[in-house]
């Protein structure tokens, strides 16, 4: 018995090692797979990435991670837009801006708010002269940049007359982010229209990674460690189902 036992040992260690490897190469194939799902279907207003671009994926995955819960250690972002969105998406539809925009709000003020050293301010960060230029109110008695209605319209405006100039969703988020004269000039200089192709500054140059990153964490918050309020899963159900009734019809 002893003879058996000790020739069989052998062959069964062999076989458990072998199932441990297929093991473990099924995860990191799931995992492969599974990121290179997730590039596939991450996009703005329905730009995607550059997909088999390694630059532009290690910079998505480094901003995704840097929105984990883990890192921000907030539910606010959830509980603000559970109470923006309402307010925010029917006033981009009647402007025909796509919805994504809604998160800009969240990545300009979100996490911060008060004025900014520039003199930024307001759910939408407008300066001064911006804000009125589109219809706000910005004087030493009131600030409509801090109203999400009307700054929301003045918003949808801009981002409209930017679309005009630019012809890109991407182009237009980081324009609005950046100035729409310094990203004509990129644009000539580089002889470049790709958002994800372009060299800019630092901040400009992860803006629409942000607000792809704001986007996941919303619709998606048990992937990222968050839990959203009820208030906003409900509205989020909702408005699925209501998409849901149009594709059917």
Do not use: C
């Not at 991670?65 to 539910?75: D, E, P």
């Not at 996941?216 to 959203?228: C, H, K, R």
């Amino acid at each position: 018995m002893a003879k058996v036992f000790a020739y069989n040992m052998p062959q069964a260690a062999k076989s458990i090692s072998k199932e441990e490897k297929i093991t473990s190469t099924d995860t990191l194939t799931s995992n492969i797979t599974k990121e290179a799902s997730l590039m596939d279907q991450l996009n703005f207003a329905d730009e995607t990435l550059p997909l088999g671009d390694v630059k532009v994926e290690r910079k998505m995955k480094r901003t995704l991670a840097a929105h984990y819960f883990s890192n921000l250690q907030t539910n606010k972002l959830h509980r603000k837009a559970a109470e923006w969105f309402p307010i925010i998406e029917p006033i981009l539809a009647a402007y025909g801006i796509p919805e994504d925009f809604k998160y800009m709000p969240l990545v300009e003020s979100g996490l911060n708010s008060g004025v900014s050293p520039k003199g930024a301010a307001g759910f939408w960060q407008f300066m001064p002269g911006t804000a009125r230029m589109y219809g706000l109110k910005v004087n030493a008695k009131v600030d409509e940049r801090n109203n999400l209605r009307k700054s929301t319209i003045a918003a949808a405006k801009y981002i409209k007359e930017l679309y005009r100039t630019f012809d890109s969703w991407t182009l237009v988020a980081a324009a609005y982010n950046v100035g729409d004269g310094h990203m004509r000039r990129q644009i000539s200089k580089q002889n470049q229209d790709n958002y994800f192709k372009l060299k800019l500054n630092q901040e400009t140059g992860g803006y629409v990674y942000k607000l792809i990153s704001m986007k996941q964490i919303v619709e998606n918050p048990n992937d990222y460690g968050y839990t959203a309020p009820r208030t906003l899963l409900a509205y989020n159900a909702e408005r699925d189902r209501k998409a849901e009734d149009k594709t059917v019809e």
